[in-house]
């Protein structure tokens, strides 16, 4: 049986981080400036094929995919944006964390928008090379589903926290 000193030499990270959330002291954790860019057709693409490696496992997909107005494209876009000559999002930490906030937020979806969300999360971190580490992944199935959940339910005043909650998952 482990001792309490163990568990919270185990777990530091965890007490540092919930302790400068507490005291309004998180940090956005910036992990390098992406190489990849995500766009509005790759992005479709990746969807299309997610729809059909969903239908061949089985997984009811009914209206998944199909857009709502142009919101995908707004979002994708505006992970680019600029104010003053500097991006709003300059990090891959930042863009896949907005990117996964908006479309949760933003339903640019009929149906789908959870699973999209997390699928553009995942490869975005992916193709940024900062999805796995020593062969391990970044961030697991129970901390992107909880993160995902976190988000829905969340009031918008709390979105600069999240992303910073996020980034933190991500380093």
Known sequence: METKNAIIKKYAEVF???????????KLVKIGKPKFVLTYEGAK??????????K???????????ESGNKLETIIVGLGQTFGGKELYPTIGEKAANLLYFILKNHPFVDGNKKIGALLFLYYLEKNKTLLRRGKKIIDDNTLITLIF????????????????????LK
Do not use: H, P, W
């Open 16 to 26: 540092k981080v919930l302790g400068n959330y507490d005291s309004g002291k998180l």
């Open 56 to 66: 061949k496992m089985g997984i009811s997909i009914g209206m998944f995919g199909k």
């Open 150 to 169: 976190l988000m829905i339910m969340s009031n918008s005043k709390e979105k600069d926290n999240l992303i910073k909650i996020t980034t933190n998952f």
């Open 45 to 54: 693409r990746v969807i299309s094929e997610a729809k059909k490696e969903l």
